[in-house]
């Protein structure tokens, strides 16, 4: 705890979204579960409104509305509250992904972009939205307490279409590293009704052995830059060792403002390297967590900012 939070672990600040964060110890499951089932719609809504409304599109142009989580469960899911809450068209396709872990962006990114060039729909809306306050779990065990030293709650949202509508970027090749032999070392468990992450100490160098696998079998030159998740200070700089052609500023920047929010944090990496390289050319996104598993996609600028 004291090499956590004494030295210099990457991370200054944290949002949460827990309106009682000073006895999030002592509340039970049932308490936690409502925290999320209240706050995971509200935060969700509130980001696709506000995404919404900078890219001048209406909540009933969208076909589709993709939610992915993992730091709690809703039946129906996070889309339909989030559906209901910006008055979307009752045809609107909803598809809630849980379970990827902190990697669940870029794959449900793809089961979307499936979906929109199947010619299903011309627009549609991606979130990820984590209430990792909502999964705080406490005892001795190192993994668990780094865990509460690091994640932080967040989302993101985006707008994407397949017509000539003017657009941030595009974004395509798609892949995946599947390592289920290494589950256990990185994964969400139920404790006492509660999830408890577990979070093993060799994660960093897994994770980054796992991005330079993928990146290799994907990419040549020309690629400009990597954004990455930001699962923690190590494992920046381990996937930096790998891969000594990147520097992962960007990434090391939300962590720094945000800690580890799971799924939303490599979009906001993204946001973060094209506000700072607004003439940036080809980049690659990885993210990685439970499964194991690790993905990664391209995403091509088209424009010179991002908000």
């Not at 599109?57 to 809450?85: N, R």
């Not at 499936?114 to 011309?122: A, D, E, P, T, V």
């Not at 306050?133 to 190192?142: G, H, K, L, N, V």
């Not at 700072?276 to 690659?284: I, M």
Request: hydrophobic content about 40%.
């Amino acid at each position: 705890m004291e090499k956590v939070l004494l030295a210099d672990n990457g991370i200054q600040k944290r949002h949460f979204a827990n309106p009682n964060l000073e006895g999030i110890f002592e509340q039970d499951a049932q308490q936690l579960n409502e925290i999320f089932e209240s706050q995971a719609p509200s935060l969700a809504s509130a980001t696709l409104n506000d995404s919404l409304s900078k890219s001048a599109t209406l909540a009933t142009d969208l076909d589709a509305l993709f939610v992915c989580t993992c730091t709690g469960y809703l039946c129906p899911g996070i889309s339909s509250f989030v559906a209901e809450k910006l008055g979307m068209r009752s045809n609107v396709f909803l598809q809630d992904i849980v379970g990827l872990g902190c990697g669940a962006l870029i794959p449900t990114l793809r089961a979307a972009h499936n979906f929109l060039h199947s010619g299903s729909g011309k627009q549609i809306a991606v979130v990820a939205v984590e209430i990792c306050s909502a999964a705080f779990y406490i005892d001795d065990d190192p993994g668990v307490l780094i865990s509460l030293c690091i994640f932080g709650d967040g989302c993101s949202a985006s707008i994407w279409t397949r017509d000539s509508k003017p657009s941030i970027g595009e974004i395509s090749h798609f892949d995946t590293l599947h390592l289920p032999k290494k589950r256990n070392l990185l994964r969400f468990e139920n404790r006492d009704g509660k999830l408890r992450n577990r979070l093993h100490f060799t994660i960093p160098a897994i994770s980054s052995q796992a991005v330079e696998t993928l990146y290799q079998r994907n990419h040549t030159s020309s690629i400009e830059a990597m954004v990455s998740h930001g699962g923690g200070r190590d494992v920046l700089h381990a996937i930096e060792k790998r891969l000594p052609q990147f520097d992962l500023q960007s990434s090391r920047n939300v962590l720094s403002a945000y800690g580890n929010m799971s799924s939303p944090s490599v979009f906001f990496g993204l946001e973060d390297y094209l506000n700072a390289h607004p003439n940036s050319g080809q980049l690659w996104l990885t993210s990685f967590g439970a499964g194991f598993a690790c993905h990664g996609c391209s995403f091509r600028p088209t424009s010179q900012s991002i908000d």
